[in-house]
């Protein structure tokens, strides 16, 4: 690149004076080509620019002078239009060769037979083209074409600062450059929605290209790279990053571009041609970005998503532009583009402007999906490519219901989206209609319909949804929003407002389920080494149990909440009958110390523990006597008893819920509940993972013998739709059949068994 480096600081050099210059953007542009054709010695230069979408002849050194505002190109079309539209760059020994040549004769052009271009990019987006052309039929050096490529980016600042180019929707997107474009994904929370691309981590505008002081551009880059190898390498001692290992491999991509010299060289010989350490960072990624586009290879798509994900942190870093889309605040209608999101980050957006997230990772039940769920805000996973699909301002619709979005609709398409975005409400508002309806089988069976909840926010679906009540409440979500450890009395308050909203209605409060995917940055366990399975690792109870002083605080802080009244306490991810025993020996601990203070206390308590590590299974005999309640946490037990991390998105579709290993596993639990009520230990058994939230999984459920649902919000109504139209002791039958016979594909099995009863799915 030295060659390049020469050509483009000579001509950066002389454009910094032209830039300087009073004179109106069009003698600029003039004086540009004038200066780019001397010093690279080329007979014709020319630039085009984005005008009401059409590409035009704005200036030009060798071209007849009367094409100039005349000569105009759709994206797509010629070479100029085939650089805009693919926002690639051109290099050709014999123009009128390419299949993509149209041949303009008002410019003259057709003495020149070599032809190379590259965009003028902004934010992605081809706003002009920069070309040269020669009358010897030769391809330009490489050096040569590094220096337009630099000339160019110099340019995108000059002509968007002169408002010379198509307008910005003031959303930080130019008008739509390329058509709709329909993506495919995995529906991660159903739901339709409509709004605008806004990238989590935004993009950084650069507001200057050309250096006043390359050695104070070549610190400015120093310092960042050492600013951000040092975040990376933090990444990846702490535990928080981690949900699976699918991101380790990530981390090590990233360790690995962070201290790859070349990278680090080419953004330094970029400065040395004349350019802002910014611009020098955004130069190299355009440039690996053109060469990738050219690479047809997932895998090497991937680790180019990983280098534009660093490029943006050393830019964020570089120009101080850091924080989220979150912390700027968004407009009204977004829709939220990430890699990936934890549940505290997700948390952060204003819920009423969020209309729908599309990630290109995630799976069913990340809680930041549950979270999701809970908010009700249809997320799309899995988008192979995504970053590069979308543009931030990009109108996007959302259909969470098809496993599908639309980025940049026609105007058809958003009609017969909103069509059926009213059809969708339409079946909500029948949903809500549902809210005081009982829930009772056709053959008499009342089912308990519950809800979960984490947040004070999350109590009002109680009353839209008529749910029985809260059958699990994650405490955890209060430490997750919360900067610190919350302090007793503000648990306090929230358990005691969250009783409150309930009346009568019995809510389940689960202990804090910390670890796994819900890191609490303040609350690390330094002792010992990063955990690799964090899931399976220092979490919810058993950090409750060495942290003492956590769980304790919190049995305090419940007992108080709910004096006078009954409370439900749970615990989470028990594995042995002791663990139980000792969380619920703090629980009593700090009821003798309320009732020796004669502080009023719950009226009655009961206790029960969550069935989510396999091994309590075996062990029912011995835990169903101690136990008030049982309630079956399905995405965590799903992950253990498949061996599948529930955050790994690579894993996201393999094992279905309705695999007979899960239902016989299930059905096991359902007959030794039942058991130990012949022998009078009565236990009420549940489910409160997202399986039985969906409608098929539910109906399974039912079969099984569970009568005790808890489940996201949005669920409640469906479900209490399905519940209405089942007769329990048919598919109780049918499901005895299946278990002990599995068929091939107890999904479709399931789906037909309910069709031929006219019992359809939404
Ligand atoms: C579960 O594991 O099924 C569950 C309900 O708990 P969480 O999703 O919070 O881990
Ligand atoms: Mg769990």
């Known amino acids: ?78 070479l100029v239009g085939t650089i805009g539209g693919e926002v690639a760059t051109l290099n050709l020994a014999e123009a009128a060769a390419h299949p993509d040549f149209s041949y303009r004769p008002e410019t003259g052009e057709e003495k020149f037979h070599s032809f190379a271009g590259v965009p003028i990019v902004r934010r992605e987006r081809a706003v002009g083209v920069l070309c040269v052309q020669h009358v010897e039929p030769r391809r330009y050096e490489e050096v040569e074409i590094e220096a337009l490529q630099t000339v160019a980016m110099v340019l995108a600042e ?32 159903k739901g339709l929605a409509s709004g605008h691309a806004v990238y989590h981590q935004p993009r950084i505008t650069i ?24 975040q990376i390498d933090r990444m990846a001692r702490e535990v928080e990053f981690g949900v699976g290992g699918e991101h380790e ?9 962070a201290y790859d010299e070349g990278w680090a060289r080419r953004i330094n010989e970029a400065i040395d041609s004349g350019l802002t350490a910014e611009a020098a960072i955004e130069r190299v990624q355009q440039r690996t970005r053109m060469r990738m586009r050219q690479i047809d290879d997932a895998l090497l798509a991937d680790r180019m998503h990983d280098l534009e994900d660093l490029s943006n942190r050393l830019l964020r870093t570089v120009s101080g532009q850091l924080g989220t889309a979150a912390s700027k605040g968004l407009r009204a209608d977004s829709i939220l583009i990430a890699r990936n999101l934890g549940p505290a980050e997700l948390l952060e957006y204003d819920k009423r402007r969020l209309k729908g997230v599309i990630l290109e990772d995630g799976s069913l039940t990340a809680h930041v999906v549950i979270v999701a769920r809970a908010m009700g805000i249809p997320v799309l996973g899995r988008v192979r490519g995504l970053r590069g699909l979308i543009h931030e301002g990009d109108h996007v619709l959302l259909d969470g219901d098809q496993a599908s979005a639309i980025v940049r609709p026609a105007a058809a398409m958003i009609e017969a989206f909103e069509a059926r975005f009213a059809k969708s409400r339409e079946r909500q508002a029948a949903y809500a209609a549902l809210r005081d309806v009982e829930p009772c089988t056709r053959d008499g069976h009342r089912i308990t319909v519950m809800m979960n909840a984490g947040l004070r926010e999350d109590m009002t679906n109680l009353a839209l949804t008529g749910a029985d009540g809260v059958g699990l409440f994650r405490t955890e979500f209060q430490f997750l929003v919360s900067a610190t450890l919350p ?18 209605r019995p809510v389940v409060f689960r202990t804090v389920d910390i670890g796994g995917d819900k890191q609490l940055p303040y609350l690390r366990h330094d002792d010992g080494p990063a955990e690799e399975n964090p899931a399976m690792g220092w979490r919810a109870l058993r950090v409750a149990l060495e942290r003492d002083g956590l769980l304790k605080v919190q049995a305090r802080a419940l007992l108080e909440a709910a004096a006078g009244r009954t409370l439900h306490v ?74 599948a991390d529930r955050a790994n998105p690579k894993l996201a579709e393999r094992y279905d819920w309705l695999s007979p290993a899960i ?31 969906r409608q098929v999984e539910a109906l399974a459920l039912l079969g099984l013998g569970i009568r005790r649902l808890s489940i996201t919000p949005a669920a409640v109504g469906p479900i209490k739709a399905l519940i209405s139209k089942i007769d329990l002791g048919e598919i109780e039958a049918a499901m005895a059949g299946w278990l002990a016979t599995p068929p091939d594909d107890l999904r479709s099995e399931l789906v037909a068994w309910a069709h031929a009863r006219h019992i359809a799915f939404d």
């Open 1 to 78: 690149m030295t060659g390049g480096v020469t050509a483009a600081r000579t001509i950066l050099t002389r454009l910094h004076e032209v830039m300087a210059s009073r004179s109106n953007a069009q003698a600029k542009l003039n004086t540009t080509v004038e200066v780019i054709a001397e010093c690279l010695d080329s007979e014709v230069c020319s630039i085009y620019l984005l005008r009401e979408a059409m590409l035009e002849l704005y200036a030009t050194h060798g071209l007849a002078q009367e094409a100039v505002h005349v000569t105009r190109m759709a994206l797509g079309e010629g």
């Open 158 to 189: 000059m002509i968007t600062n002169a408002g010379l180019v198509d307008e910005e929707d003031g959303f930080g997107a130019a008008a739509a450059q390329t058509g709709p474009l329909p993506v495919k994904g995995l529906t991660l929370v």
């Open 207 to 230: 507001e200057h290209t050309m250096a006043e002081d390359v050695e104070a551009e070549r610190q400015r880059v120093y310092l960042a790279f050492d600013k951000m190898r040092a």
């Open 249 to 257: 491999e990530v981390l090590e991509t990233y360790k690995m571009f």
């Open 487 to 504: 302090s007793r009395e503000r648990q306090t308050r929230l358990y005691r407002e969250v009783l409150d909203v309930a009346g009568n």
């Open 570 to 643: 749970m615990f989470p991810m028990v594995a042995e009958p002791w663990e139980f025993d000792a969380a619920r020996a703090m629980f009593d601990s700090q009821l003798a110390f309320l009732k020796q203070r004669r502080k009023m206390v719950p009226e009655v308590i009961r206790y029960g523990a969550m069935l989510e590590v396999p091994a309590l299974a075996e062990m029912l005999d011995v835990m169903l006597p101690r136990l008030q309640f049982l309630s079956i946490g399905t995405n965590d037990l799903t992950q253990f008893l498949f061996a």
């Open 663 to 693: 239902l016989r596993f299930l059905a096991r639990v359902v007959g030794a509940v039942a058991r130990a009520r012949t022998q009078g230990h009565s236990v009420d058994l549940g489910v409160c993972g997202e399986m039985g939230g």
